[in-house]
């Protein structure tokens, strides 16, 4: 069974920047992995904001940015907002059946 | 306006099975795989089955195979998810998406599994 791992939690003070990587227990994730991310709010559903590891939604705000990092996808988040604090979850393709990670909540203080 | 509307959740016994349906307008639905998540209380999204534009590819998460069976019907714009033998693992919000790249989402109806 494959498992997908993300830091359960990060903190980030408003403005500054943090990064959100997702593994693979299968190895190193690749672009063939298409990598999407998620954000969801308390008593939302998610809301998809990268996919195919780097590419943006019209609704993506600017400030976040996917990239294969050291082996695993990665979400940069660069001048936190109060408004970024939330759980971020990624996706990744297995040839067909895909994958959640865990989940990271990320506080901005 | 894009809308996915899931229906067909509810309280089921142990042993059971249901039939979850989404409804799509706004889009046109056909073009696109679909997805349906589910979510169980106070846990992150489970990827649970898709199926690509003409029904003729579908995929599963391998630890619930054989218990699920997606499906659409494109005159509908609809999309089903029947589960058999349900169990309380099973209690969950199930959500489907679709787009090109996850771009819909629906709110989600909430199956609870319990005698």
């Known amino acids: 069974q494959v498992v997908v791992t993300q830091e359960p939690s990060l903190t980030v003070s408003p403005g500054g920047t943090v990064t959100l990587t997702c593994g693979s227990s299968t190895g190193t994730v690749t672009s063939g992995h298409k990598a999407y991310w998620f954000q969801q709010k308390p008593g939302q559903a998610p809301r998809t904001l990268i996919y195919?590891?780097?590419n943006k939604h019209s609704w993506t705000p600017a400030r976040f940015s996917g990239s294969l990092l050291g082996g695993k996808a990665a979400l940069t988040l660069s001048g936190a907002q109060p408004e970024d604090e939330a759980e971020y979850y990624c996706l990744l393709c297995y040839s067909g059946p895909w994958v959640f990670g865990g989940g990271t909540m990320l506080t901005v203080l | 306006e894009v809308q996915l509307v899931e229906s067909g959740g509810g309280l089921v016994q142990p042993g059971g099975s249901l039939r979850l349906s989404c409804a799509a307008s706004?889009?046109?639905?056909?073009?696109?795989?679909m997805t349906w998540v589910r979510q169980a209380p106070g846990k992150g999204p489970e990827w649970v089955a898709n199926i690509n534009q003409d029904g003729g590819a579908k995929y599963y998460a391998d630890s619930l195979k054989g218990r699920f069976t997606i499906s659409r019907d494109n005159a509908r714009n609809a999309l089903y998810l029947q589960i058999y033998s349900l169990t309380a693992e099973d209690t969950a919000v199930y959500f489907c998406e679709g787009g090109a790249a996850a771009d819909y989402w629906g709110q989600g109806t909430l199956v609870t599994v319990s005698s």
């Open positions: 195919d590891t780097s």
């Open positions: 706004g889009f046109t639905f056909s073009r696109y795989w």
